[in-house]
Nanobody, 128 residues
Framework: QVKLVQSGGGLVQAGGSLSVSCAAS????????MGWFRQAPGKEREFVAA????????YYADSVKGRFTISRDNAGNTMYLQMNSLKPEDTAVYYC?????????????????????WGQGTQVTVSS
């Protein structure tokens, strides 16, 4: 049974930092591209960042580029999202996701439908 278990997140003031983690089990982690998405109240789920299987290539939404860093530890079956210089508009539920089939192109990994498995979601709230 595949599980993606998220931890981290929370409440922070604008300009602060938070991190979220995604621990995977029940799959060969190194065989999956991984991504982060977020969904704010009343809005559709949107792409945040993705990282390819070996961790050599990463992609970011323009809105978070330069502030967020995605990383992964294949030996520890865990992916991370470090979020710095947070803004109130970053407030959302953040979801991790695993993709086992795609080639890992930018277009594929920015599309939520590419992913096979999803985490439970983690609330990130940034106050102004």
């Amino acid at each position: 049974q595949v599980k993606l278990v998220q931890s981290g997140g929370g409440l922070v003031q604008a300009g602060g930092s938070l991190s979220v983690s995604c621990a995977a089990s029940g799959l060969i982690f190194s065989g999956y591209n991984m991504g982060w998405f977020r969904q704010a109240p009343g809005k559709e789920r949107e792409f945040v960042a993705a990282i390819t299987r070996p961790g050599t290539t990463s992609y970011y939404a323009d809105s978070v580029k330069g502030r967020f860093t995605i990383s992964r530890d294949n030996a520890g079956n865990t992916m991370y999202l470090q979020m710095n210089s947070l803004k109130p508009e970053d407030t959302a539920v953040y979801y991790c996701a695993a993709d086992g089939a795609s080639w890992g192109s930018s277009a594929q990994l920015r599309f939520a439908g590419t992913y096979d498995y999803w985490g439970q979601g983690t609330q990130v709230t940034v106050s102004s």
